[in-house]
């Protein structure tokens, strides 16, 4: 597996040129919105603070008028509304960051806002893939490292599956269309692993007879 942080990107969302024999079928990057709610969990926060101000309105609601504790819980709610767009910004900036990519012998993510890294992932180290999808088609591709390939959950997340930490799983979170894309990494990497492989060997000179 490949990292490099700082050099120029030859080929968009790639640390170098491609060589030659290779090259790209697919890119894309996550959905911000669709990041922010399966990442950042925006709709259980949002969800959070409209509990908390209702709970809030309850409370003041058995000393004060009801309209005057509907009030009681508006900074809640605005407070909420506040905690989501941070979230949503956060979100907006690892998805445009972040540069998926499939050619025809590996995956490859670009990722990383502040510091930028690449990883490299040759489908000869790819054992499996998880696809989850939404109704809308978007959804998250996981792909199970095989041999001594590890990566950081820490420093991969959000871009990895959700809890799998001590083996950690880098994914395309968050895509359209996911399963168009799955179907193309299959196809893919079953060539590419399938692909026959040619070995050179030197014959010895053979020895001739004096006469």
Same mark, same amino acid.
């Given at each position: 597996?490949?990292?490099?942080?700082?050099?120029?990107?030859?080929?968009?969302?790639?640390?170098?040129?491609?060589?030659?024999?290779?090259?790209?079928?697919?890119?894309?990057?996550?959905?911000?919105?669709?990041?922010?709610?399966?990442?950042?969990?925006?709709?259980?926060?949002?969800?959070?603070?409209?509990?908390?101000?209702?709970?809030?309105?309850?409370?003041?609601?058995?000393?004060?008028?009801?309209?005057? $504790? @509907?009030?009681? %819980?508006?900074? !809640?709610?605005?407070?909420?509304?506040?905690?989501?767009?941070? =979230?949503?910004?956060? /979100?907006?900036?690892?998805?445009?960051?972040?540069?998926?990519?499939?050619?025809?012998?590996?995956? $490859? @993510?670009?990722? %990383?806002?502040? !510091?930028?890294?690449?990883?490299?992932?040759?489908?000869?180290? =790819?054992?499996?893939? /998880?696809?989850?999808?939404?109704?809308?088609?978007?959804?998250?591709?996981?792909?199970?490292?095989?041999?001594?390939?590890?990566?950081?959950? !820490?420093?991969?997340?959000?871009?990895?599956?959700?809890?799998? =930490?001590?083996?950690?799983?880098?994914?395309?979170?968050?895509?359209?269309?996911?399963?168009?894309?799955?179907?193309?990494?299959?196809?893919?990497?079953?060539?590419?692993?399938?692909?026959?492989?040619?070995?050179?060997?030197?014959?010895?000179?053979?020895?001739?007879?004096?006469?």
């Amino acid at each position: 597996m490949h990292h490099d942080d700082f050099k120029f990107e030859p080929v968009h969302g790639l640390p170098e040129a491609l060589p030659e024999g290779e090259h790209i079928l697919w890119q894309g990057a996550p959905t911000p919105l669709r990041l922010a709610k399966e990442a950042w969990k925006l709709n259980w926060i949002m969800g959070y603070f409209v509990v908390l101000a209702i709970w809030r309105a309850g409370v003041s609601s058995a000393s004060v008028p009801l309209p005057t $504790a @509907m009030g009681h %819980g508006v900074p !809640l709610l605005l407070a909420g509304a506040v905690a989501c767009l941070v =979230i949503y910004g956060l /979100a907006y900036v690892q998805a445009k960051s972040t540069v998926y990519t499939l050619t025809n012998k590996r995956a $490859a @993510m670009r990722i %990383g806002a502040a !510091l930028t890294m690449t990883l490299n992932l040759p489908y000869v180290c =790819i054992g499996n893939a /998880a696809l989850k999808t939404s109704k809308n088609g978007h959804g998250t591709i996981s792909f199970e490292l095989i041999g001594d390939t590890r990566i950081s959950y !820490l420093m991969t997340w959000p871009h990895v599956r959700a809890w799998n =930490i001590s083996k950690a799983q880098p994914s395309f979170r968050a895509i359209p269309d996911a399963a168009r894309v799955a179907q193309i990494f299959a196809d893919a990497a079953e060539t590419r692993v399938h692909e026959p492989k040619i070995e050179r060997t030197e014959s010895a000179p053979s020895a001739v007879a004096a006469e």
